[in-house]
């Protein structure tokens, strides 16, 4: 069961529900919530924003531990390559704010959901189980 693919898919929805959550350009997310409503149900708006917090720091001490510098660095400058060849070979608009804000929130999502799934991915490939998780 540890190193089931479904594993990796469930964490990668949940950072990108996570981050959908936060913000996203359709219009109904907690920042539009807060930006439009004002002051108003100030309360509930704070209970979710320490709901969202708990989950990016979650999220980002997950793949911080398990990816570390030495891969986190990679990752990043791989996910930041393919944006570029995107915007180069004309697939993505980087001008555009709808394509601009797009493009950050999927290398958030590959970023921190490999983050998230590491040790599954480590242990399909190696087959060594992470010591940490015992």
């Not at 929805?13 to 936060?22: D, G, K």
């Not at 924003?49 to 030495?70: D, M, Q």
């Not at 709808?98 to 590491?118: D, I, P, Y």
Request: charged share 10%; net charge positive.
């Amino acid at each position: 069961m540890y190193g089931q693919p479904l594993g990796v898919v469930a964490r990668m929805l949940v950072v990108l529900a996570l981050i959908a959550a936060t913000y996203n350009p359709s219009g109904y997310s907690w920042y539009h919530w807060l930006a439009t409503s004002g002051w108003e149900h100030w309360i509930p708006k704070l209970f979710t924003f320490f709901i969202l917090l708990a989950g990016y720091v979650v999220c980002i001490h997950a793949t911080f531990r398990s990816l570390g510098l030495l891969l986190g660095v990679p990752l990043i400058l791989l996910i930041l390559t393919a944006i570029w060849l995107a915007s180069d070979q004309g697939w993505v608009d980087l001008s555009n704010w709808l394509h601009r804000t797009l493009v950050f929130q999927g290398a958030l999502v590959v970023l921190l959901g490999t983050g998230t799934s590491f040790s599954i991915i480590r242990y399909r490939l190696s087959g060594q189980m992470d010591s940490r998780t015992l």
